[in-house]
């Protein structure tokens, strides 16, 4: 029995399966202890190895500067917010643009679904029409196009690659090999074609190019994320942290964001903030480093000035980065700052604006611009002015405003065929549809069988048809650089209007005209029967898609009576774009208020403004300087913005309807804006004749109304005559004759007239008043025009006489303080964030003009005696000195109003231009200034004078040109 139990023993210890399990148990022993080693002993000290891979340095953004007007009103300032980031974290695979896409789409949603957006500071944006388009041009849109196809410098892009559309470059991007933003034909077969776009909105597709086109920017920088959106919310914060381990690379950073208060009133001056451009980030760079600085200080993703002081004081608003080199772990948190180096804030700019002043300024031009606006409307569908009657005489029908709700997207037409359209949005939309489809069906017949000349058509047909015609030289498919204007068919179209269009379009076909290339044509050859059938097919779709062809629908259904402006007044209750009292509204509901009355009730309440109104006058400008400093005061371009919306990231569809807003709203009316200066050149005039020795204090010139010296003969504004004047009393009666003699003797020499010796003689003159060159204010200003033909009429201001609101402030200047000519400034100072004065800025004096002082006494006598002529001015308790001006434009708008002037009379302190394009007369930019200075000598109470409603005003009885 012993030795059985021993052999089985025995067996075992000897068995292979024995020594198998032996081994097993060991293995797992040392398997166990090694675990318990890792993880229990020494487990935080390999979790920390693991996790501490990655170290990287950082930039950390300095805050940016402030902006404050003279007496230190915040006018821009930083405000603390959340930012959106993303990284490239991708590994580099097949498949990696269809996972960052991926990524990138998922986040876009989650931004959007909580009310926040995602950055739009690409160059392309949807227009009206919903195609897309460049939103610069000329060598901004050049450096664009070479950034995008990889160019160091515009002039490598060949003439093709400068032609691509706007649509073409979205798809150049887009395409398999760039980003590949769209699908495959067949998503299971990457051989078979791929779709650029699709699967995209319009907006989503620009989106997803924008944010990856950013990304590409820094791809060759590790570590350095792309921002995707600013100022978001909390919630979607929340949101995006929740989902962190879906989004790869996706972050949220602490930022700032600039603020911009009041920020209609001072847009045109401060400017706006956005991602720098390859052309900034190379000159700012080098700017730095001509001042001592590091050569790398900007990079691809900061944001910079775009315009106005955010972008002349650029390199002192923007301050110094810092950095800290940090570790991270394989998610991209940090888990240790190594070493850190604070940013330096940027400096505090102060501005010579008074901000006080200014939004007075603007409320009072806004009052007054609708009351000069209302008491031109006439409750009438159209106003044709009679023959030779003055443009003084131009009304506004009643039923232009109904259609401007309309044209100037005050309404949104859009809505119209919403499902939450409301009763009358509906009815208009279905009168809409079926007045267009009966324009279609005549334009149709028309380009077929019709044959109508153009001059036996309606007004109204004339318009579409000239319409048709400039869009398809717009677009190219009329090749304009082939038409032949000497040609007898163009002629007859263009000039005689005795041909039909169906006839001047085959003759285009004929003649090559037509790039065929843009018509859809199946075969390479197509006889003219198929090229103008093809072309008559695009002409209507092209107008379906034109939406300024659309909106005239509306124009003429309000005219043929197939919508009303009852209707139009109910569209603005459905659609509630402005504050209507009840009362009012119930009153045009139950028809006990007309559409007449309730629009000029919307108008002179200011529910509705002269600048969406957009007709003449919608657009003024005033600048009001200290004569004896220099300093700008005051400096008011209406329409204003919102640069808010511009600052940061631009607001794609707040930027479209800026775009599309008839009354140019981003347009700095006071700097950017050239006309002529009309009666107001007459102070150059006279120093001209009496320097060069043409006249003299007691010259005295007959009046008699038409200059007879030259042919075509000038004539006074006073037909009949001012009788004999002096240099004094023809600046008080402006008397046109006065100074067209001045002109002509400046212009001849020894019985000789010679007009180039006289224009050089009037510019020499120009010139002494800065008229020849900028103002030099710190924002973008256009360079004036001196006149170059006609020194008879150049001596009033006319010929080619071209300057700025802010040109004629310096020029009034000069002549408040008798000679010193500045270059005006809007700096006032700069300081560090503490406070401390860093630099004072003063305006340079430009020249000084050595005038006799006998001559100066003439010249603001003349001038004082232009405003006691002005009945209006005679309850001022300041004593005031000045110039009107009106210039004509075109005969079929009202006339420029200008008024410059000085006060008080007697010892100046401040200057002020005013310009009102299509303003009528002077006597009206006359009587803008009038309330400005009551504001500033505090001779009003400011309630009285800023009432939120509009400001009736005198006739007007300046005559002058």
């Not at 020594?19 to 229990?40: D, E, H, K, P, S």
């Not at 209006?872 to 300041?878: E, G, N």
Request: charged share 25%.
């Amino acid at each position: 029995m012993f030795h059985e139990i021993r052999d089985h023993i025995i067996n075992i210890v000897t068995s292979r399966l024995t020594v198998l399990t032996i081994m097993f148990f060991f293995f797992a022993g040392v398997l166990v202890y090694r675990c318990f080693n890792l993880q229990i002993i020494n487990g935080e000290e390999y979790l920390n190895d693991f996790i501490l891979q990655i170290e990287k340095t950082r930039d950390i953004t300095s805050t940016r500067g402030r902006i404050l007007d003279r007496n230190g009103n915040v006018l821009a300032e930083n405000e603390l917010a959340y930012s959106v980031k993303i990284e490239d974290v991708f590994e580099s695979s097949r498949n990696k643009n269809a996972e960052v896409n991926d990524v990138v789409y998922r986040l876009i949603k989650l931004i959007e679904k909580n009310g926040d957006s995602v950055i739009t500071d690409f160059k392309i944006v949807i227009d009206e029409d919903g195609d897309y388009v460049y939103s610069v041009d000329g060598t901004a849109l050049l450096r664009f196009q070479a950034d995008v196809l990889g160019y160091k410098t515009v002039d490598k892009l060949s003439e093709e690659e400068k032609a691509m559309t706007a649509q073409e470059l979205m798809e150049y991007l887009s395409r398999a090999k760039g980003f590949a933003i769209g699908q495959y034909e067949d998503p299971e077969d990457r051989t078979s074609p791929f779709i650029v776009g699709k699967g995209y909105t319009k907006e989503e597709w620009l989106q997803m190019v924008t944010i990856r086109y950013a990304m590409n920017l820094t791809s060759f920088r590790k570590y350095v994320g792309t921002t995707v959106a600013t100022n978001v919310s909390e919630k979607t914060v929340a949101v995006i942290m929740e989902n962190s381990d879906q989004l790869d690379g996706v972050s949220i950073v602490e930022d700032t964001v600039r603020h911009y208060i009041d920020s209609k009133y001072f847009a045109h001056i401060l400017g706006y903030t956005g991602k720098i451009s390859s052309d900034e980030l190379t000159d700012l760079n080098e700017q730095v480093v001509a001042e001592g600085g590091n050569e790398d200080a900007y990079t691809i993703n900061d944001v910079v000035g775009k315009s106005g002081i955010e972008s002349y004081m650029e390199t002192t608003l923007q301050g110094t980065k810092g950095s800290e080199k940090v570790v991270v772990d394989n998610t991209g948190k940090v888990i240790t700052i190594l070493e850190r180096k604070e940013a330096q804030p940027g400096a505090d700019v102060y501005l010579t604006i008074d901000k006080d002043l200014t939004e007075a300024v603007y409320n009072i031009v806004e009052q007054k611009l609708a009351g000069l606006v209302s008491s031109k409307i006439i409750n009438a569908k159209e106003f044709n002015l009679p023959e030779n009657a003055k443009s003084s005489s131009i009304k506004i029908p009643i039923y232009d405003v109904y259609f401007t709700m309309i044209n100037n997207n005050i309404l949104d037409r859009k809505h119209f065929e919403a499902e939450d359209a409301g009763e009358t949005e509906r009815a208009v939309y279905a009168a809409y549809l079926e007045y267009k489809q009966g324009v279609y069906d005549k334009l149709n017949y028309e380009l077929t069988e019709g044959g109508t000349p153009y001059n036996k058509l309606s007004k109204e047909y004339q318009v579409y048809q000239s319409n048709i015609v400039s869009l398809l030289r717009d677009d190219g498919v009329i090749m304009k650089e082939l038409v032949d204007d000497n040609d007898a068919t163009q002629i007859a179209w263009a000039k005689d209007e005795v041909i039909s269009l169906k006839e001047y379009l085959q003759y285009c076909i004929a003649m090559n005209w037509i790039d065929v290339s843009r018509l859809d044509l199946n075969e390479k050859y197509s006889d003219s029967a198929e090229v103008y059938n093809k072309l008559q097919e695009y002409i209507i779709e092209t107008i379906e898609h034109t939406t300024e062809f659309q909106k005239r629908f509306y124009k003429y259904m309000l005219l043929n009576d197939k919508i009303t402006g009852r209707q139009i007044c109910m569209l603005l209750c459905e659609q509630r774009v402005v504050d209507i009292p009840a009362e009012d509204e119930e009153a045009l509901y139950a028809g006990k208020m007309s559409a007449y009355q309730f629009m000029m009730n919307r108008i002179t309440n200011l529910e509705i403004t002269p600048a969406q109104l957009a007709l003449d006058p919608c657009n003024a400008s005033v600048v009001i300087t200290d004569v004896n400093t220099g300093d700008v005061l005051a400096m008011v371009s209406y329409p204003g913005y919102d640069n808010n919306k511009m600052a940061n990231t631009v607001d794609a569809e707040y930027y479209a309807r800026l775009n599309a807003d008839k009354s140019s709203p981003q347009l700095n009316f006071a700097t950017q804006y050239k006309a002529a200066p009309g009666s107001t050149f007459k102070i150059v005039s006279a120093t001209a004749g009496l320097m060069e020795n043409v006249i003299n204090l007691q010259t005295k010139v007959n009046c008699v109304g038409t200059f007879t010296e030259i042919t075509p003969s000038p004539r006074c504004w006073k037909i009949s005559g001012h009788g004999y004047e002096n240099v004094t009393s023809a600046i008080k009666d402006s008397c046109n004759y006065f100074f067209y003699n001045v002109g002509y003797q400046l212009a001849t020499s020894s019985g000789s007239y010679n007009e180039e010796a006289g224009l050089e003689t009037l510019s020499k003159y120009a010139d002494l008043y800065g008229l020849t060159d900028k103002s030099g204010v710190e924002i973008g200003e256009y360079a004036p025009d001196v006149s170059t033909k006609d020194p008879v009429r150049s001596a009033i201001g006319q010929g080619s006489n071209s300057y700025t609101t802010v040109g004629l402030a310096r020029y009034v200047t000069t002549i408040a303080n008798s000679g010193t000519c500045y270059n005006l400034t809007l700096l006032d100072k700069t300081t560090d964030s503490r406070g401390n004065l860093l630099k004072e800025y003063h305006a340079e004096v430009r020249n000084q003009i050595d005038l006799p002082q006998e001559y100066w006494n003439a010249f603001h006598l003349g001038m004082r005696q232009v405003v006691e002529n002005k009945k209006y001015f005679s309850d001022l308790a300041v004593n005031v000195a000045g110039k009107t001006g009106t210039a004509e434009q075109t005969a079929s708008r009202p006339n420029h109003a200008l008024f410059i002037c000085y006060a008080p009379y007697e010892n100046p302190e401040i200057a002020i231009a005013t310009r009102i394009p299509f303003g009528y007369s002077s006597d009206y930019a006359a009587q803008f200034t009038r309330d400005i200075i009551k504001y500033y000598y505090g001779l009003a109470e400011e309630d009285d004078l800023i009432t939120g409603t509009a400001d009736s005003l005198d006739n007007a009885v300046s005559n002058e040109m």
